[in-house]
């Protein structure tokens, strides 16, 4: 097993939203821990346990199709988000957005945009890491893909209030 230090300064409340920021989700104090001000009138460092979340093991990932709080894409996500994108998942995203039902078949999407599978694929990861940003800026908001591959259509299919919002901004 690997082991990683890390050490972060700041007030304790500045220490616990970067460690919910890294973590990806919700930190909870252990029920035995003492108080913030208990910890800083005793001189103690900050110590934080950061739970499983229920149901799932350990480190395992979590994903709710529409987000937690049921945040859905608006125009201003949106230009958050279409900052942080690559130009091919741009390219990739508006093309869908054009198609019928927001969807467009993968070899369809493949052969407009002159990518390979490998290519599409490796464009379209950049939708998460645009995502975290889009949280670590937002207040951790939980907004689903934009666009997801449907392997039983073998097609791409994007976000109906994000392809609207989109249509908003002039984008589509």
Known sequence: MANVTITIEGDVEEVVATLRGMAGRALEP???APTAAARETAGEE????I???AGTEEGEPTETAAGAAGATWNASYVTTFWRNLSDTARQAMLRVSRSPNHTQK???LM???RL???ELSGSLSS???SLNRLKRRRGNVDLPRPLIYDRTEDAYVLDSNFAEALRELGMN
Request: charged share 20%; proline share 5%; net charge neutral.
């Open 116 to 118: 390979t599978q490998r």
């Open 46 to 49: 900050t110590a934080v346990t």
């Open 127 to 129: 939708q998460g890491h």
């Open 111 to 113: 052969h407009t945009l």
């Open 106 to 108: 993968r070899a369809q």
């Open 51 to 53: 739970l499983p979340e």
């Open 30 to 32: 252990s029920a035995d």
